[in-house]
T-cell receptor
Framework: AAGVIQSPRHLIKEKRETATLKCYPIPRHDTVYWYQQGPGQDPQFLIS???????DKGSIPDRFSAQQFSDYHSELNMSSLELGDSALYFCASSLNYGSPLHFGNGTRLTVT | GIQVEQSPPDLILQEGANSTLRCNFSDSVNNLQWFHQNPWGQLINLFYIPSGTKQNGRLSATTVATERYSLLYISSSQTTDSGVYFCAVPHPKAAGNKLTFGGGTRVLVKP
């Protein structure tokens, strides 16, 4: 079965650079969620989109922005990267608002 | 926000042993998910279990929503069961399924 696709799998950036993470949800899933997982921590909700509109916002820094496009894929843009942004970034999708979440394999971002 | 607590935080098992992981949550919820994060970091769906009991192979889960807890049972554990087990529940005020995760139970199964 098709799963959530995230790219890239690994990303190394320097401080103050920008990064863009991409997420392709499971076909027919209309809701996308972004999570950040620091080392040894549980995943923390960043932001979600339902039918291409932002539906909820968590602890997402102002330096980060995200959007969902007409084909339902989503991108997380991160600017002015800091060392503390080093983490595993997950995208998840659900069939509709309220259905179980299915997670991608994550993007491991390292900021040096 | 909702509080989600998992116990024990760490668990070391001998291969073949059985174990029970617990997840307590502080507010009424309309669903709950269990995940396994393997050593490569992948988050694998185990159960979507708002209430009742479900079984999938050697794993089963029970949620008692009225008492605000869920249990994950691992039977005849294997080394591939190692990793971190998370439970997650939606924010009660959120219309959608924004999940709050517990702190996880780190499981190591020794051969």
């Amino acid at each position: 079965a098709a799963g959530v696709i995230q790219s890239p799998r690994h990303l190394i950036k320097e401080k103050r650079e920008t990064a863009t993470l991409k997420c392709y949800p499971i076909p027919r899933h209309d809701t996308v969620y972004w999570y950040q997982q620091g080392p040894g921590q549980d995943p923390q909700f960043l932001i979600s989109f339902y039918e291409k509109m932002q539906s909820d916002k968590g602890s997402i820094p102002d330096r980060f922005s995200a959007q969902q496009f007409s084909d339902y894929h989503s991108e997380l843009n991160m600017s002015s990267l800091e060392l503390g942004d080093s983490a595993l970034y997950f995208c998840a999708s659900s069939l509709n608002y309220g259905s179980p979440l299915h997670f991608g394999n994550g993007t491991r971002l390292t900021v040096t | 926000g909702i509080q989600v607590e998992q116990s024990p935080p760490d668990l070391i098992l001998q291969e073949g042993a059985n174990s029970t992981l617990r997840c307590n949550f502080s507010d009424s919820v309309n669903n709950l998910q269990w995940f396994h994060q393997n050593p490569w970091g992948q988050l694998i769906n185990l159960f979507y279990i708002p209430s009742g009991t479900k079984q999938n192979g050697r794993l089963s889960a029970t949620t008692v929503a009225t008492e605000r807890y869920s249990l994950l049972y691992i039977s005849s554990s294997q080394t591939t069961d190692s990793g971190v087990y998370f439970c997650a529940v939606p924010h009660p005020k959120a219309a959608g399924n924004k999940l709050t995760f517990g702190g996880g139970t780190r499981v190591l199964v020794k051969p």
